[in-house]
């Protein structure tokens, strides 16, 4: 039965979610249930596409890249795939229209990341941005706006802000893995194997900037979508105050996190703000 296959690729999609990322699952978890299932859907997809570039550095990169691109394809053409992830994702892009553009976009960064270690100019940094973060905050919005134009249009420049700061902060958190062991630097006219406490800040004033711009965002948010999306942006806030106490030295010398007990009390910070509609 189509649909027993169907759940079984749903279930997988949420699994990855929730096997990969603690933190985006719990996230995801404040999203209304009618959506959940799509936002797995998306992450499953995309983790599994940074992974092959991130991770599998003893089997060839490039091919699996090109297997899984491939797949790709085909399920989108056919609406149906053997991948449970691919077969799970081509559902969400039916059902809500993203556009190919989008998903063309984000594989070409990811296939970057199978060559290409530094990034010399601020273009070029924006437009790798744009594909592996930006695009991504887009599909997620078209699945938050459940086919609204008008809305999404209203709220996209705001969700790709979002995806922005969501993005370089995981790049200043993992430095030290991004540099040592992928040998890649993704901050423009930054010497990160001399990051100092000047350059350290300034990447933290564009990051707030991009908070700011998309909190703006989240205010309008559907109701379905509202509370997920603040727990998540409150996560990365968090995340980011510690990166910009932390010394420089020790950014590129370990991983700054946010311990689950101190996760624990965002979200109930969250839920009382949302819940006296402070938001």
Known sequence: ??????????????????????SFSAAVK??????????????????????????FHDYNKEQLFEMFEKELESA???????????????????????????????MDSMKLDLHKTEYKSTAEYNEYIYGSAD????????????????KFYELEHAAMRLGSAFQKVNFLRDLKSDYEDLN????????????????????????????????????????????GVYTAYVYYKKLLSKLK????????????????????????KCYVNYRLNLL
């Open 1 to 22: 039965m189509k649909s027993l296959f169907d759940k079984i690729s749903y279930d997988c999609s949420k699994n990855v979610t929730k096997s990969y990322s603690t």
């Open 30 to 55: 404040m999203l209304a249930p009618g959506i959940r299932q799509d936002i797995y859907n998306i992450y499953g997809f995309v983790r599994f596409a940074d992974e092959i570039v991130d991770t």
């Open 76 to 106: 989108l053409e056919k609406r149906i795939s053997l991948n449970p992830v691919l077969n799970s994702f081509q559902h969400t892009v039916h059902k809500y229209n993203i556009p190919r553009t989008m998903i063309a976009a984000f």
């Open 135 to 150: 695009v991504v905050g887009l599909m997620c919005l078209k699945v938050f706006v459940k086919g609204d134009d008008k």
């Open 184 to 227: 890649r630097s993704y901050f423009p006219n930054t010497d990160l194997s001399r990051l100092d406490e000047h350059s350290k800040q300034a990447i933290i004033k564009e990051i707030e900037a991009d908070f700011e711009a998309g909190f703006q965002g989240i205010l309008k948010l559907p109701l379905e979508a509202k509370f």
């Open 245 to 268: 106490k932390t010394p420089s030295i020790e950014i590129k010398n370990t991983r700054i996190r946010v311990p689950d007990y101190q996760k624990f009390g965002l979200l109930a």
